[in-house]
């Protein structure tokens, strides 16, 4: 399990480096969890969405939005992106992990705060 652990502080360092710049990068909201015990374990990738919205759309509460172009962004936010690992089950300690994330330009192109901040 320390190995796994070790594997995950690997994966975040990676994920900080590769999205240093002075914009964010949706590699900023990447949070990578692991589970289970040694050639039993297992991955999944997700995105902190509250952390996204309230960078890309500058709110701090989504509860209260009044702007129907604004809620409409949010709601169809999961469909900008996809994000996979090359590795998801039956992972073993020292295993390494590739996580790819693709931003579907054709739809983000008609939202300029997503453009902005991805």
Same mark, same amino acid.
């Given at each position: 399990? /320390? ?12 994920? @900080? @480096?590769?999205?240093?710049? &002075?914009?964010?990068? @949706?590699?900023? %909201? ?8 040694? &050639?039993?374990? =297992?991955? &999944? ?17 989504? =509860?209260? #939005? ?7 962004? #949010?709601?169809?936010?999961?469909? %900008? %992106?996809?994000?996979?690992? $090359? !590795? $998801?089950?039956?992972? =073993?300690?020292?295993?390494?992990? !590739?996580?790819?994330?693709?931003? %579907?330009?054709? /739809? ?11």
């Amino acid at each position: 399990m /320390k190995k796994i652990t070790a594997l995950l502080f690997l994966c975040t360092i990676v994920l @900080l @480096l590769t999205a240093c710049g &002075s914009s964010k990068k @949706l590699t900023d %909201y990447v949070e990578v969890n692991f589970s289970g015990i040694d &050639s039993k374990g =297992s991955a &999944s990738a997700s995105i902190d969405e509250e952390k996204l919205i309230k960078d890309v759309f500058d709110l701090d509460s989504v =509860s209260n #939005i009044a702007d129907e172009e604004v809620k409409n962004e #949010i709601k169809n936010m999961d469909d %900008y %992106y996809k994000i996979e690992l $090359d !590795k $998801d089950k039956n992972l =073993s300690n020292g295993d390494e992990i !590739k996580v790819t994330i693709t931003v %579907y330009e054709e /739809k983000t192109k008609k939202n300029k705060r997503w453009r902005k901040n991805n």
